[in-house]
């Protein structure tokens, strides 16, 4: 599979939208900071976690796929992409899921997916259970999904890393990671009949109204891999008893709608001591989101 392949894919399974992102559409960009609180010493090493003060944070929160007019109470993961700015200029970004997990242990199994929704969509009865049935793994996201009803709104819910990072500098003991924001004012699910009977846009109005009573925040977490933790599939979890080290907080002060338009959420985007593994699924994302951010930047 290659990058292109999903943008092409996207646009045939969300229609074309000149100008809008080919995935994560719809969504809301916000203004904040990022406060490290790394206590370990080792953590302290690396450029993200080398101070205490606030450093400038962009942070867009969206619905995954490529329609800007789905609607927020659908069963579908919530994204956020966060890009922190150092002191010393260097960026660092993050851009995760509300689900745990990613429908496929590589781009091929993915991409298979979106071409059997697709398949279905053109009239192949039964094309996505087939699938599913044989490819396993693009099947986890789907399972976990239909057991956790969407969040009631964009700072009340988990999101997730999904890929392993590598921590450590040059010459210190490297460790595989993931990282987690949990956010402070605790999970809030949807209920079945909120989802029945909420307007297809109450999330961005929803945030801005929180945002009056001051900032939302998430404390950003990482969980360390142990002896036999699958570091490379992004559709398996880590058993969930895995420790989590607290890194810092992340405050969402307020809606700017125009301060994402040229940013490029891309996570191969690190700061130094933080790197990414080889998870295939991770590697492919630059380019799918550099062809994405070129058309969107020139109205295509
Ligand atoms: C093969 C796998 C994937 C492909 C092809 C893909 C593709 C894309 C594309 C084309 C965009 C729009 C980029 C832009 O115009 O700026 C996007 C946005 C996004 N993706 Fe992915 N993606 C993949 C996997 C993932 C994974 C694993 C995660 C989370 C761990 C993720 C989270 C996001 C988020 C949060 C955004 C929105 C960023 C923003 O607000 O601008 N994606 N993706």
């Known amino acids: 599979a290659q990058a292109n392949d999903f943008i092409q ?27 490290p609180s790394a206590g370990e010493p080792w953590l302290k090493e690396l450029s993200l976690f080398a101070t205490e003060q606030a450093l400038p944070a962009q942070v867009r929160f969206s619905m995954a796929g490529g329609d800007p007019f789905v609607a927020d109470t659908s069963r579908s993961p919530r994204g956020i992409g966060v890009r922190i700015e150092l002191p010393d200029g260097q960026v660092h970004q993050l851009a995760g899921l509300s689900t745990p997990v990613f429908p496929g242990k590589d781009p091929d199994s993915f991409l298979g997916l979106l071409r059997a ?32 009803n969407p969040p009631a709104s964009y700072t009340s819910v988990n999101y997730f890393g999904i890929h392993s990072f590598i921590f450590g500098n040059q010459g210190q003991q490297k ?8 956010p402070v004012d605790g999970e809030q699910p949807l209920t079945d009949a909120e989802m029945a009977q909420l307007p297809d846009d109450f999330l961005q ?23 036999g933790d699958p570091l490379l599939d992004p559709s398996l979890q880590w058993p969930d008893n895995r420790p989590r080290v607290t890194l810092g907080r992340l405050s969402i002060d307020s809606v700017v ?8 959420f891309d996570p191969n985007v690190l700061s130094k001591g933080i790197a990414a593994s080889d998870d295939p699924v991770l590697r492919l994302r630059s380019a799918a989101y550099a062809i994405s951010f070129g058309k969107r930047l020139s109205g295509r």
């Open 205 to 227: 109005e929803r945030l801005m109204q929180r945002l009056k009573t001051g900032p939302a925040q998430f404390e950003l977490k990482l969980i360390l891999a142990e002896e």
């Open 175 to 182: 460790r595989f990671g993931r990282w987690e924001l949990w």
């Open 9 to 35: 894919v996207f646009e045939a399974l969300s229609g074309q939208h000149p100008g809008e992102r080919k995935g994560h559409a719809k969504g809301v960009c916000t203004i904040g900071s990022f406060r």
């Open 257 to 264: 709608a125009s301060a994402c338009d040229r940013l490029n």
């Open 117 to 148: 929704s697709l398949a279905q969509r053109e009239g192949e009865t039964g094309a996505v259970a087939r699938y599913l049935q044989q490819h396993p793994d693009a099947a986890r996201q789907g399972q976990w999904l239909k057991q956790h």
